[in-house]
């Protein structure tokens, strides 16, 4: 885009606009196309409306040729001036803003590692899906200490109950949390996916479920858990996940039913035909190899 001015310049002015320039031309070569787009059609509009504000701004000053400007007037507030230069800097300020916003999120993505490469699910079944269960902390507290953490251990229970597809289990919190899953007998569950600041503890399912922990403290089998953690950054998280599995996250269930969390409902459950596996045992994930 072009950068046009309506009247002669004094140096100042063509100072400013040559770095005006050169500041949105940065911004269109680095953005992607959707906000190349965006930001055009904004500088278009920005041009017009500066002409337009101007030109009022002019005939004000035209106006009030002669007549002595009251102290704490609008006009004396704003303080007279260059209205061209004025809107310019605003306009400059904001770009920059911009460009500054962009250099943030270039860095922040290049310290990242590449995670894809080192955190993944391989053979996920074509017609698994995915449901999380997100938590601050467990509900029960519970008299065990769990490597590399200091807080309160809880626990949660989590129920699966969908009979018609294998499950992708993804089960969040940030305290400390021992995660029991049991399963309906017809459900099955085809991979658990743990993100925690906290350590995490998972008991129930039998040792050979492909298990990844995304957590500060403790296991690690990925970096950088705020990638995938829920709450004000679900749509990344999602994102994340499935890029990580192949699958796309269906839902997010943050309410207990009866102390237990149903993955996706507890409609027709019966308690005591649940399947809990025995082959997981507390004592991997404490310090010591002991329960307390």
């Known amino acids: 885009m072009t950068l046009l001015v309506a009247a002669p310049l004094s140096a100042a002015e063509s100072y400013q606009e ?4 050169g500041v949105y031309e940065d911004l269109l070569a680095r953005l992607p196309d959707a ?10 509009a920005w041009f017009i409306y500066r002409q337009k504000a101007c030109d009022v701004d002019n005939l004000i000053k035209d106006a009030q040729k002669g007549q002595k400007r009251k102290k704490g007037s609008f006009y004396a507030r704003i303080g007279g001036g260059n209205c061209t230069s ?28 590449d995670w894809k490469a080192t955190c993944r699910l391989q053979n996920m079944p074509p017609d698994a899906v995915m449901y999380g269960v997100s938590t601050y902390k467990g509900l029960t507290p519970v008299d065990a200490k769990l490597a590399g953490s200091s807080h ?8 699966v109950n969908e009979p018609r597809h294998p499950v992708i289990l993804v ?7 021992i995660w029991k899953v049991s399963r309906t007998p017809k459900s099955r569950i085809a991979a658990i996916i743990i993100v925690g600041y906290e ?21 690690q089998d990925c970096p950088d858990p705020s990638m995938f953690r829920f709450g ?13 599995t192949g699958v796309e996250l269906r839902q997010v269930i943050k309410k207990p039913r009866e102390q237990k969390f149903f993955v996706p409902n507890g409609d027709n459950v019966d308690t005591a035909s649940l399947v809990f596996s025995d082959e997981l045992k507390l004592s991997l994930y404490t310090d010591t190899g002991k329960v307390k």
């Open 152 to 159: 309160k251990v809880t626990t949660v229970d989590v129920v």
């Open 35 to 44: 906000a190349r787009v965006s930001l055009e059609a904004s500088q278009s």
């Open 171 to 177: 089960l969040n919190a940030y305290d400390p949390v």
């Open 86 to 113: 004025r809107l310019t800097e605003e306009r400059l300020r904001y770009l920059q803003m911009l460009q500054y916003n962009l250099d943030s999120l270039e860095k922040a993505k290049d310290s990242v590692p």
């Open 199 to 219: 350590s995490q503890a998972l008991l129930g399912v039998p040792a050979a479920t492909p298990q990844l922990f995304i957590c500060m403290r403790g296991r």
């Open 232 to 244: 004000n950054n679900l749509l990344r998280a999602a994102e994340r996940l499935r890029a990580l």
């Open 18 to 21: 040559k770095k005006l320039k």
